[in-house]
């Protein structure tokens, strides 16, 4: 499944301190997000999610969407939340990002 694929892909990264920012699009549409990436338009594959997350990758740097069991787009800009009284300084943009599409949209980070 899209779950236990992410899972495995996920541990991966972790163990190589690879960064990812991977969204579950839930009922919220997420389509003005997914029009600033490229189209993957792919099965949830553990494979296909480390190597799109690879630092030397193109599209590495960005957010990865999916819908159901579809890898929709990648490389996808998150909007940045705009509450930086209550975000620690030491976060940096990668974390701005997740705390943004949360805030517009209900879907799932991981």
């Known amino acids: 499944t899209a779950i236990l694929q992410t899972i495995e892909a996920v541990n991966s990264l972790a163990w190589t301190k690879t960064g990812a920012l991977i969204i579950f699009q839930r009922e919220d549409s997420l389509q003005n997000i997914i029009n600033t990436g490229t189209t993957i338009n792919a099965d949830v594959n553990a494979e296909l999610l480390k190597?799109?997350?690879?630092?030397?990758?193109?599209?590495?740097?960005?957010?990865?969407?999916?819908?159901?069991?579809?890898?929709?787009?990648?490389?996808?800009?998150?909007?940045?939340?705009?509450?930086?009284?209550?975000?620690?300084?030491?976060?940096?943009?990668?974390?701005?990002?997740?705390?943004?599409?949360?805030?517009?949209?209900?879907?799932?980070?991981?």
């Open 51 to 110: 190597n799109l997350f690879y630092n030397k990758a193109p599209l590495h740097d960005g957010a990865m969407i999916i819908c159901g069991t579809k890898i929709v787009a990648a490389g996808c800009f998150l909007p940045l939340s705009q509450n930086i009284n209550n975000i620690p300084k030491d976060l940096g943009t990668r974390h701005r990002a997740g705390i943004g599409v949360s805030e517009v949209a209900d879907a799932i980070l991981a």
